[in-house]
């Protein structure tokens, strides 16, 4: 079965957004290990996709203060999954994340 132009060019269309969306996300990821963005930033409530979509676990471990141990170890003891990601935490749960992380 031939694959018609008009499906090529949507699937390339979908996977140059979601290369886009990956380069963006790996800013971010950089920006937290930079120091540009701070924990208390970034456990604030955004419409800011790539960071969004970031997984909790991802987030945390990129802080060099925090790292991935101790990243783990808070998550596991607040029971927050790993594979959270960072835009589906509700209040409670960002909020329990800074304070053990402090």
Known sequence: MA???ADINTREIAISAVLELRVAMNKVLEQIA???RSLTLVMQPSD????NELYVVKVLESFSHIGK??????LDAL????K???GILNQDQRT???EALK
């Open 79 to 82: 029971q927050i999954s790993h």
């Open 84 to 86: 959270h990601k960072i």
């Open 48 to 51: 800011e996709l790539p960071l």
């Open 3 to 5: 694959t018609s132009p």
């Open 96 to 98: 329990l994340i800074s």
């Open 69 to 74: 141990i101790r990243a783990r170890q808070v």
């Open 34 to 36: 930079s120091g540009e």
